[in-house]
């Protein structure tokens, strides 16, 4: 297995723009969680799956954030409207299960709002 | 208060010497407890996990739980300058969460 894949790597757009991050999760894997990482505030936990299903959304900022799963094999991570104080990486993990194996980590998206 | 604290350092070691890191908890409820190591500009990577009071070792590096006090630790014995790298501390909390400390960056130095 190739791993968690996300992409893009890098994201550059103007704020007020829509932003979408994907993810494909390691097969098999029935966890999938969405992190964002800023220096200031760490591995935030934004939002995580369950079998498709999202079970904890509480850490997703604004109204302006929001996810889905269609399919076990793709995540999406949606910012409408983007704004500067988003920008930061937003890594995707899966895991077999969650609290108790480990999770493995995409290469994550750098995303930029200028 | 939050849920994983970690002090963010930096700690800085000489190379050869023990690196100590620490890490409390507040859900007395958590189970499971990993480390993951965090290099600059990378994805965080699984180093240890540990679910019973105690010591664990792997090699160089030995994870120690104590849940009555609510830490956990990992100790990096003969520390390395490639072992420098931000040190992350995660509990499987509540209904299956996998929560992370804000991390302690670690330096070596030769």
């Known amino acids: 297995d190739a791993g968690v894949i996300q992409s893009p790597r890098h994201e550059v757009t103007e704020m007020g723009q829509e932003v979408t991050l994907r993810c494909k999760p390691i097969?098999?894997?029935?966890?999938l969680f969405w992190y964002r990482q800023t220096m200031m505030r760490g591995l935030e936990l934004l939002i995580y799956f369950n079998n498709n299903v999202p079970i904890d959304d509480s850490g997703m900022p604004e109204d302006r954030f929001s996810a889905k799963m269609p399919n076990a094999s793709f995540s999406t991570l949606k910012i409408q409207p983007s704004e500067p104080r988003d920008s930061a990486v937003y890594f995707c993990?899966?895991?077999?299960?969650?609290?108790?194996?480990?999770?493995?980590f995409g290469q994550g998206t750098r995303l930029t709002v200028v | 208060q939050k849920e994983v604290e970690q002090n963010s350092g930096p700690l800085s070691v000489p190379e050869g010497a023990i690196a100590s890191l620490n890490c409390t908890y507040s859900d007395r409820g958590s189970q499971s407890f990993f480390w993951y190591r965090q290099y600059s500009g990378k994805s965080p990577e699984l180093i240890m996990f540990?679910?019973?009071?105690g010591d664990k070792e792997d090699g160089r590096f030995t994870a120690q739980l104590n849940k009555a006090s609510q830490y956990v630790s990992l100790l990096i014995r003969d520390s390395q300058p490639s072992d420098s790298a931000t040190y992350l501390c995660?509990?499987?909390?509540?209904?299956?969460?996998?929560?992370f400390g804000a991390g302690t960056r670690l330096a070596v130095h030769p």
């Open positions: 097969s098999g894997h029935d966890y």
């Open positions: 993990a899966s895991s077999f299960w969650a609290g108790g194996t480990e999770a493995f």
């Open positions: 995660a509990l499987g909390g509540g209904y299956n969460k996998l929560i």
């Open positions: 540990i679910y019973s009071n």
